[in-house]
């Protein structure tokens, strides 16, 4: 029996991003969402995905939508732009309402706006940048609760996302107990490495004491 949500939630958010990456190349699993970077500095984030995907407005005229609403607290907003930079789909009400439900953070494969009421509530946002075009009658939603793509990597409801000054991982749920274990190896491995750098070590010895060349090295 695996760990409960909350509780991967809880151990992942002791971790950092580098460390998880390195246990997802161990396993082979791709994760890193290329080109997401925090919108507020200093702040981490773990939970699980809701995800919502936009297409574009043609002839038939959809909205951006109300999801925020089915939203749960402890969630991670996972919105597929399809990378688009040319129009936002997050802003302040977004943002407000986000923050009183104690949702955890928002990825976007795009770009958000109001950047000034985001950093004001200290949200936990990672986007492409920031843009003060509307989405409105540009893009709408395509889907909610349905498996989307963020910088190419996949990303399915319930996917662990984890977010730091770093960037941000996609875990995904069935592997997220594998990847917990190893990633706990790595960073204690890297914490004795530097204990005997502290103590005199070159770090060419502590490094090959430690196998650190071999942490992220898939065994198969």
């Known amino acids: ?19 998880v990456s390195d246990a997802l190349d ?18 981490k984030m773990v939970g ?23 939203c749960e607290t402890g ?14 789909v ?3 009400i977004l943002t407000y309402v986000a923050t009183s439900k104690g949702i955890a953070g928002t990825i976007i494969d795009g770009v ?24 409105k009658d540009r893009v709408m939603v395509q889907a909610v609760n349905e498996t989307v793509a963020i910088s190419t ?9 984890m977010g730091d000054e770093t960037g941000v991982l996609v875990i995904p749920r069935n592997r997220a107990d594998e990847v917990l274990a190893i990633a706990k190896e790595i960073d204690a491995a890297e914490s004795l490495i530097l204990d005997e750098v502290k103590k005199g070590a070159s770090l060419g ?15 198969q």
């Not at 109001?114 to 946002?125: A, K, L, N, T």
């Open 112 to 135: 958000c706006r109001d950047i000034d009421g985001i950093r004001e509530q200290g949200y936990p946002m990672f986007s492409r940048g920031h843009y003060m075009v509307t989405g």
């Open 26 to 43: 161990k396993l082979q699993i791709r994760g890193g969402c290329h080109g997401l970077t925090p919108i507020v500095l200093g702040k």
């Open 1 to 19: 029996m695996g760990m409960s949500t909350q509780e991967l939630v809880q151990e992942f958010m002791k971790l950092d991003t580098p460390t």
């Open 48 to 70: 699980p995905a809701f995800t919502v995907k936009y297409g574009p407005v043609g002839e038939q005229k959809g909205t951006v939508g109300d999801y925020i609403d089915d």
């Open 205 to 219: 010895e502590a490094r090959k004491k430690h196998k650190y060349h071999e942490l992220q090295r898939s065994s």
């Open 153 to 161: 990597i996949q990303v399915r409801p319930g996917d662990l996302i």
């Open 90 to 92: 997050w802003g302040d």
């Open 75 to 88: 969630d991670v907003v996972v919105l597929d732009n399809g990378g688009r930079t040319d129009c936002t």
